[in-house]
């Protein structure tokens, strides 16, 4: 299994330009979620999905939109980057609801984005 | 507001030593509490998790305890070794029913194990 996997690694954007990042699993896991981590901050959700053709808002929604047609894959789009949006950007999944007592959550290795 | 703590933000020891990071926390309802490693460079990755009813768990050279009192957590990593050098993570559950489990994330705490 290769787990969680994201792209790209590394992306520059400049402001107002939009693009999507990519991940999938081959875990065949219903629960996907996108985070991004900020120095000094602890990790914060954007946006999550319990199953194909499901997916809801989590702290930090606004520049970002997701779906999720199928279960494999969960991308994020930027709609239109700002600078505010420079970041790493994590994509998680898990077999169940994150938060059950015995349930792990597998993140992938992570997209670094700068917007300029 | 629900928060989660940790102590120190960074630390500094030699190889072969021993260390505790520490958590605390104020989430409530509390459903249980996860300890991650972050490799610089790479997504997390969990090391324990325990729930209400759990004091200690282990995971090889790495021990976590619970006191669900005190709403406190330790991580202790015993004999470092420079691959521990690392960022870990506390996470705290609140059990709101929601979808993700309402996770609560601390900003983690930087070790460094020096040769």
């Known amino acids: 299994n290769a787990g969680v996997t994201q792209t790209p690694k590394f992306q520059v954007l400049k402001t107002g330009q939009s693009m999507t990042l990519q991940c999938a699993q081959d875990?065949?896991?219903?629960?996907m979620s996108w985070y991004r981590q900020d120095p000094g901050m602890g990790l914060r959700l954007i946006h999550y999905?319990?199953?194909?053709?499901?997916?809801d808002q989590g702290e930090v929604p606004n520049g970002y939109n997701v779906s999720r047609s199928t279960t494999e894959d969960f991308p994020l789009r930027l709609l239109s980057a700002a600078p505010s949006q420079t970041s790493v950007y994590f994509c998680?999944?898990?077999?169940?609801?994150?938060?059950?007592?015995?349930?792990?959550?597998?993140f992938g290795p992570g997209t670094r984005l700068l917007v300029l | 507001k629900n928060q989660v703590e940790q102590s120190p933000q960074s630390l500094i020891i030699l190889e072969g030593k021993n260390c505790t990071l520490q958590c605390n926390y104020t989430v409530s309802p509390f459903s249980n509490l996860r300890w991650y490693k972050q490799d610089t460079g790479r997504g997390p990755v969990s090391l324990t998790i325990?729930?209400?009813?759990?004091n200690t768990k282990s995971n090889g050279r790495y021990t976590a305890t619970l006191d669900a009192d005190t709403k406190q957590s330790s991580l202790h990593i015993t004999a470092s070794q420079l691959s521990d050098s690392a960022s870990y993570i506390c996470?705290?559950?609140?059990?709101?029913?929601?979808?993700?489990?309402?996770?609560?994330f601390g900003k983690g705490t930087k070790l460094s194990v020096k040769p």
């Open positions: 998680a999944s898990s077999y169940d609801r994150v938060g059950g007592d015995w349930e792990t959550q597998y």
């Open positions: 875990m065949n896991h219903e629960y």
């Open positions: 325990m729930t209400f009813s759990e």
């Open positions: 996470v705290v559950s609140a059990r709101y029913g929601g979808s993700q489990g309402n996770l609560i």
């Open positions: 999905s319990v199953g194909a053709g499901i997916t």
